[in-house]
């Protein structure tokens, strides 16, 4: 264990910078800076080694930053291969927490770098995970089974990694108890959403610099990912086509008024494509070949199996790359494909991901499910768990000063009328928002 690398960043020269955007991220990150005031006197992470793979950006370094002053020691890795920002990396690595990640890693250094986050400084094993997908939860239980028993908990940021214990569960393969924090409402309504509408434009401008509007774009999947890119790209101009399975998304795009149709069809009429489904083999080779000339193709799912880059890789007669996440490829019809962070998640691969007001409300909610998991750990038996609408309400609410929001507040006449406490919470479990 001594010989462990205390971090592997690209430039820890870098860490000036990062520090400095750090502090603006913090301005915007009104929820973990209030976690801080209410719990960075009590620690009560106190105790917890905290393994984190989730991409390692400003908005991450701020999410750590709470987790340490709330008491744990945290190791660290990205979630993606494109989406570290280095700068920010640099800055924690250099306020002594163990970061492995750069931008760029190859496969075999991504897994390199979640195996350096198993164990801490004195060979002491994890004993939290905090992850962006499943692939340190999956690593743990496929790899370092003995060290499951000594794991409290695992808080799941994102619809893939959510899907992913939902199967290990209902397989019998999930081993430590979960909490699911992509489906609190002010993570999923919000990040999955606002994020999307905001961070998917910018990595497809940084990456192409193509007018969007008077363009016909493609959108697969109309989930709330969906939704989010669907409104961005109408915002700007483009004609929109949705495609999905879901009769019920379906209908909900139909009645916004968007043209939903198959992809064999839209492949036909896009300039532009984004994958936000979450499922394989969404792009495949005969759509590549109906597309017009220079087609943009790019993905906003979690992992890169929802275009079929293996198809391009081997059929088309030339691949340039442009720039760093950005290659041309020739088919043998003559017309091009530009492919974006090589079908990896456009929006951190490409440009700077969410903006950090929106991350704010997802990972005030990873801090609420750390505390909950480390401090309670008896209410947890194996399983998957919500955190209670209560605490969504609550980090709602913390976020709500810092856009001048003015809540009205029930009278006791009304709450009782409504059969509710005036300090919430105010909608039933099953509500959808």
Known sequence: MSEKLPYKVADISLAEWGRKAIEIAENEMPGLMKMRDMYGQSKPLKGAR?????????????????????????????CNIFSTQ???????????????????????????????????????PLNMILDDGGDLTNLVHKKYPKLLAGIRGVSEETTTGVHNLYKMLKKGDLKIPAINVNDSVTKSKFDNLYGCRESLIDGIKRATDVMIAG?????????????????????????????????????????EGYEVTTMDEASKEGNIFVTTTGCEDIILGQHFENM??????????????????NWLNKNAAEKVNIKPQVDRYRL?????????????????????????FVMSNSFTNQ????????????????????????????????HLDKLGVKLTKLTDKQAKYLGLSTEGPFKPDHYRY
């Open 50 to 78: 905290i393994a984190g793979c989730l991409h390692m950006t400003l908005q991450t370094a701020v999410l750590i930053e709470t987790l340490t002053a709330l008491g744990a020691e945290v190791q660290w890795s990205s």
């Open 86 to 124: 280095d700068h920010a990396a640099a800055a924690i690595a250099k306020s002594g927490v163990p970061v492995y990640a750069w931008k760029g890693e190859t496969d075999e250094e991504y897994v390199w770098c979640i195996e350096q986050t198993i164990y801490f400084k004195d060979g002491q």
């Open 215 to 255: 363009k016909v774009a493609v959108v697969a999947g109309y989930g709330d990912v969906g939704k989010g890119c669907v409104q961005a790209l109408r915002g700007f101009g483009a004609r929109v086509i949705v495609t999905e399975i879901d009769p019920i998304n379906a209908l909900q795009a139909a009645m």
């Open 292 to 309: 017009k000339d220079d087609a943009i193709v790019c993905n906003i799912g979690h992992f890169d199996c929802e275009i079929d880059m």
């Open 332 to 356: 043998k019809n003559g017309n091009h494909i530009i492919v974006l962070a090589e079908g990896r998640l456009v929006n951190l691969g490409c440009a700077m991901g969410h903006p950090s």
């Open 367 to 398: 801090v609420l499910a750390q505390i909950e998991l480390w401090t309670n750990t008896a209410k947890y038996p194996l399983g998957v768990y919500f955190l209670p609408k209560k605490l969504d309400e609550q980090v709602a609410a913390a």
